[in-house]
DNA sequence: AGTGTTGGTCACAAATTGATACCACCCTAT
DNA sequence: ATAGGGTGGTATCAATTTGTGACCAACACT
């Protein structure tokens, strides 16, 4: 009890903290972080995102993509042309995630012989 | 081409960044986050992570916490009491990764108001 | 005429996660 | 004495999520 009134910041009613978690959720999903990574430097269409991102299937890049642009954090822009061209882009909020986003790719990468070491030591034991 | 060398920071290998990819995999899976989160402000046992973290079961927040001990992120320290006493606390490794987690954490808690206007202007279209 | 491109959708299979039961061990209240 | 609860798990099976491959229309290139 002591610090489930704290968990999150703020966390003043149990529906902020339901909306925090649900955000959260969709960030540190499977594939949003890589998305994110991708359009850092701009507009990128479809099937690029989908060549950039290594493993993700059309499926999943395609929801993922519909729930970003649903929560304001992309926008999709349609070239009516033949073929079609659809690009993907950061919108201003979703620019404002760059940086933490950013921030934990660099921690990863900064770490990976670290936890590269560590896991050799878990499983040698 | 252009960009597919600069996905990640120095992807000087493949295998670099696959690393990278498995270390982000792990933060970034539906309960990591919330593991550190709970792990912030020092040891906690275990069936208190369950209680502290909303819809977690036991097996995953069990799954979970020995992945993040494998990378050498969090530490178990078991207490030969009767009941067992298990008490899960932060490395100094994990530590150096709780504020990239906390600014994600903070942003989501900042952004909740403009997210959930944006969904509902993209449910109302 | 065949092959490839675009950005999708659909149905089904595979992988991941959740729910429930169970375990040994003790403490407390009845 | 016995029923119920807490400790930190594991095992099994169901439910959910993700991946796979086929298919689409409209064109360009060979």
């Known amino acids: 009890m002591t610090l489930s009134n704290m968990d999150f910041p ?3 009613k149990d529906a902020d903290c339901r909306v925090v978690r649900e955000i959260l959720d969709r960030i540190a999903d499977k594939w949003s ?3 994110f990574v991708a359009l850092r430097d701009g507009p990128v269409r479809f099937n690029e995102l989908r060549r950039q991102i290594d493993g993700i299937s059309q499926r999943m890049l395609t929801i993922t993509l519909r729930q970003l642009e649903r929560d304001g ?3 999709r822009t349609l070239f009516p042309t033949i073929p079609p061209r659809v690009d993907y882009e950061l919108t201003a909020v979703g620019r404002t995630l760059l940086a933490p ?3 934990l790719v660099i921690w990863a990468d900064s770490n990976r012989d670290v936890i ?3 896991r050799q030591r878990y499983d040698a034991s």
Do not use: D, H, Q
């Open 10 to 12: 703020t966390p003043s």
């Open 33 to 35: 972080l890589y998305i």
């Open 101 to 103: 986003v950013m921030a």
């Open 73 to 75: 954090l992309i926008s």
């Open 116 to 118: 590269e070491e560590a």
